[in-house]
């Protein structure tokens, strides 16, 4: 097959782009429609990815299509600063809207990405609580500006040669339970251990009355799709309540609808204080918010925070129609409907595949964790799964060291997902022993 094209891009990336800028496959995107992409030389491909977990109601849906072109006649920016904005205003209350508890009553702010909603709940919990140390956990991933640094530890890499990031921040470990930090052999038996070090912690090195706040991921995404046992986020629910602190809760990759409900946190029946968001909720275009308890919000006195792009009303506009879709189209049933048929497809491999470590995930949120023969992270043979993948027509990524992450557009069919399936479990039947 011709490349010419492809190769072509790629040696003007080289000259122009930084090397820090990976990409996990040579493909070159030119357009995307529903669940497919297509490359600058016609090859479609089957999109697992999704934009990493954003394009929740697929490509150049025709409703968010028609709301951007609309909304760029009229506006394209007005700076939230400067005065107000209808689509920034009917964005927070979608949000509010689906939100869970009482942060339907919740205030919130408009922002451009994860990181900078994780930026800004940061501050909020430190300015309103008054209280210097943010407690968070290991394998979680926050973002990359300085600050939402401070508390990813999903690799060493993205720390290297910065230490001396925000200070205050404490680390416990995640309940990663197919890799138990604490080698226990299964979650039942531990007494969700994990829980415990956080205890342990605010006994030993975090004083409580200095603790602003605990962020967590509901699901851990970058970290290998990681889903925590029953009664830990619960746990963490109580020691926040019993400790004055801010429960914040990362849903950036989780929330949306992605895993069956329209935020991770309702799997457990937990309401954060604070809920970052970002990746889906701007059908594409950049767009990140937090929403939190009105009495924190209403403590942030004018003009302590702010952004020249926030809520950008184009961003906005895209992304109330998302949420319409996402509700319209009965996107979480989709997703936990072909979520768990994904998790039974693998599971049922286990025995066949002993490739497939560990099969864990909710809705379309799943992960596929490769081991080697030893058991040991299979990080080599993941990256030439992906690759050998990608040649077949369709596109995948990682999390973890070494995690299939199943994260398709919510809109897929089951044609469409036993297609991809097929594809990859035909991979990784290579790898036998
Ligand atoms: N939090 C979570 C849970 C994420 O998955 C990500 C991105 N993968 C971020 C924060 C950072 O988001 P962004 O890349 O938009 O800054």
Redesign the pocket.
Same mark, same amino acid.
């Given at each position: 097959m011709d490349k010419r094209e492809t190769t072509n891009l790629i040696k003007r990336d080289q000259s122009a782009v930084a090397s820090t800028i990976y990409r996990y496959t040579d493909i070159a995107f030119q357009r995307g429609q529903g669940v497919y992409l297509y490359d600058i030389e016609g090859r479609e491909y089957l999109d697992f990815v999704s934009g $990493?977990?954003t394009m929740n109601v697929g490509h150049s849906h025709p409703k968010v299509v028609e709301a951007i072109c609309e909304q760029a006649q009229l506006l394209i920016h007005g700076a939230c600063h400067i005065g107000y904005m209808e689509p920034y205003i009917a964005m927070m209350e979608s949000i509010k809207s689906v939100a869970p508890g009482d942060l339907k009553n919740g205030k919130g702010i408009l922002v451009n #990405?994860? #990181?900078?909603a994780?930026e800004t709940a940061l501050k909020l919990a430190r300015f309103v609580k008054n209280r210097p140390m943010v407690l968070a956990f290991t394998d979680s991933?926050?973002?990359? #500006?300085m600050g939402?640094l401070a508390l990813t530890s999903s690799s060493p890499l993205y720390r290297k040669n910065l230490t001396g990031l925000l200070s205050g921040v404490y680390h416990t470990p995640y309940p990663y339970c197919f890799r138990c930090p604490l080698k226990h052999d299964s979650p039942d038996r531990c007494g969700i251990a994990c829980l415990n070090l956080v205890e342990k912690a605010l006994e030993t090195v975090v004083p409580v009355e200095d603790l602003a706040a605990i962020i967590v991921?509901p699901i851990a995404?970058?970290g290998g799709y990681i889903v925590p046992p029953a009664g830990f986020l619960s746990g963490l629910r109580e020691i926040c309540d019993r400790h004055d602190i801010m429960l914040i809760a990362?849903e $950036?990759?989780?929330g949306f609808g992605r895993t069956g409900k329209m935020f991770a946190v309702e799997h457990w029946d937990i309401v954060p204080d604070v809920i970052?968001l970002?990746?889906a909720m701007g059908g594409g275009l950049p767009l990140?918010a937090i929403l939190g308890e009105a009495e924190y919000l209403d403590e942030w006195p004018p003009a302590a925070h702010g952004t020249t792009f926030g809520g950008n009303p184009v961003a906005c506009r895209a992304g109330s129609v998302t949420l319409e879709i996402i509700k319209s189209e009965n996107l979480m049933q989709n997703a936990e409907k072909l979520g768990d048929y994904i998790k039974d497809k693998l599971i049922s491999l286990q025995k066949d595949l002993p490739i497939i470590g560990d099969v864990r995930g909710k809705g379309l949120m799943i992960g596929a964790e490769l081991v080697n023969k030893d058991g040991t992270p299979a990080n080599e043979i993941i990256k030439e799964v992906i690759k050998e993948v990608a040649s077949q027509g369709v596109v995948l990524t990682k999390c973890g060291a070494s995690t299939i992450r199943f994260a398709p557009p919510l809109i897929i069919n089951e044609d469409q997902l036993n297609e991809g399936l097929d594809i990859i479990i035909g991979i990784l039947k290579k790898y036998q022993w």
């Amino acid at each position: 097959m011709d490349k010419r094209e492809t190769t072509n891009l790629i040696k003007r990336d080289q000259s122009a782009v930084a090397s820090t800028i990976y990409r996990y496959t040579d493909i070159a995107f030119q357009r995307g429609q529903g669940v497919y992409l297509y490359d600058i030389e016609g090859r479609e491909y089957l999109d697992f990815v999704s934009g $990493i977990a954003t394009m929740n109601v697929g490509h150049s849906h025709p409703k968010v299509v028609e709301a951007i072109c609309e909304q760029a006649q009229l506006l394209i920016h007005g700076a939230c600063h400067i005065g107000y904005m209808e689509p920034y205003i009917a964005m927070m209350e979608s949000i509010k809207s689906v939100a869970p508890g009482d942060l339907k009553n919740g205030k919130g702010i408009l922002v451009n #990405s994860g #990181s900078e909603a994780v930026e800004t709940a940061l501050k909020l919990a430190r300015f309103v609580k008054n209280r210097p140390m943010v407690l968070a956990f290991t394998d979680s991933f926050h973002g990359r #500006s300085m600050g939402a640094l401070a508390l990813t530890s999903s690799s060493p890499l993205y720390r290297k040669n910065l230490t001396g990031l925000l200070s205050g921040v404490y680390h416990t470990p995640y309940p990663y339970c197919f890799r138990c930090p604490l080698k226990h052999d299964s979650p039942d038996r531990c007494g969700i251990a994990c829980l415990n070090l956080v205890e342990k912690a605010l006994e030993t090195v975090v004083p409580v009355e200095d603790l602003a706040a605990i962020i967590v991921e509901p699901i851990a995404g970058e970290g290998g799709y990681i889903v925590p046992p029953a009664g830990f986020l619960s746990g963490l629910r109580e020691i926040c309540d019993r400790h004055d602190i801010m429960l914040i809760a990362d849903e $950036i990759q989780t929330g949306f609808g992605r895993t069956g409900k329209m935020f991770a946190v309702e799997h457990w029946d937990i309401v954060p204080d604070v809920i970052c968001l970002a990746k889906a909720m701007g059908g594409g275009l950049p767009l990140g918010a937090i929403l939190g308890e009105a009495e924190y919000l209403d403590e942030w006195p004018p003009a302590a925070h702010g952004t020249t792009f926030g809520g950008n009303p184009v961003a906005c506009r895209a992304g109330s129609v998302t949420l319409e879709i996402i509700k319209s189209e009965n996107l979480m049933q989709n997703a936990e409907k072909l979520g768990d048929y994904i998790k039974d497809k693998l599971i049922s491999l286990q025995k066949d595949l002993p490739i497939i470590g560990d099969v864990r995930g909710k809705g379309l949120m799943i992960g596929a964790e490769l081991v080697n023969k030893d058991g040991t992270p299979a990080n080599e043979i993941i990256k030439e799964v992906i690759k050998e993948v990608a040649s077949q027509g369709v596109v995948l990524t990682k999390c973890g060291a070494s995690t299939i992450r199943f994260a398709p557009p919510l809109i897929i069919n089951e044609d469409q997902l036993n297609e991809g399936l097929d594809i990859i479990i035909g991979i990784l039947k290579k790898y036998q022993w």
